[in-house]
């Protein structure tokens, strides 16, 4: 059955962000015709709800209590849309002509549950952008990495993920998804608040067998670090912590305690390499982070009920390993 706008919420979780949306909703309005968009609103306190309302009466704002994050707002936010297909598009992003239709398409087949749109650079836009790029890979360490960006190496597009094909992660700052399959999975784990929370979603995904995929035919810039910079410790922290989360929520049996065994010693590894640079405050962001997980460990525990029963094939190579022992700076 062909898959049309008019069956598609746009969803943008705003949090302060009056500035990004003057600058990247006339865009989204004019290049998404018929999908209905609407605004989660954390708890701001600047004035970007009240000029909304003002400016945009026709996009329908959700506001929330406090701010949840983008896990909880999401969360939250989105039991009150029932259109069968949402995108989780960040605030700072950028959309094109002709954006949807390739996306739509691919949604038709119903293997696929999740999608993103080729991701590159808002400052720089003949260069991927880090959260997201041309898709994203895991490997056998649950260290994510993307097609076009491996740890801080940026390609610039030069076509070669111009392409249609399976990933194992979608990005969250533009993360399409069918809204009966969000819910199936609970949805995004609010424990989280913010950073890879779109990985365990799309993890618990393939542990349902369903596909996440990767379209090279629709593009979007973005700003990336709008909330929180990409330099942030706690950025750090909870990018650290919440990977942990991941591998001991979503990976088969007691390989689990093998992986996080052997990212103990790797962190560790990063947290000397943060006192080398003289970046102590990343360094107790590792700590913190491990200590948060380690506090957690029991609830985190009980989300291991959705695991698959059959082994999910993940990248056999270490990035690590790969990255700053052979310095292979791409895919």
Known sequence: MKVTTNQLAIVILNWNGKALLEQFLPAVLEFSEEAKIYVIDNASTDDSINWLQKKYSQISVIPLAKNFGYAGGYQKGLKQINEPYYCLLNSDVEVTKNWLPPILELFEDKTISAIQPKILDYSNKKYFEYAGGG??????LGYPYCRG???DSIEKDNGQYNDTVEIFWA????FFIRSADFWNVGGLDSDYFAHQE????CWRLHNHGKKIMYCGTSTIYHVGGASLAYVSPKKTFLNFRNSLYSILKNVKGTKAFGVLFLRMLLDGLAGIQFLIQMKPKHFFAILKAYFSFYKNLTSTLKKRKNISKKEIHYNTKSIVVDYFVFKKYKN
């Open 198 to 201: 779109e990985i365990d979603l």
């Open 135 to 140: 898709g994203g890979l895991i490997d056998s």
């Open 171 to 174: 990005s969250g700052a533009c």
């Open 149 to 151: 960006r491996v740890f």
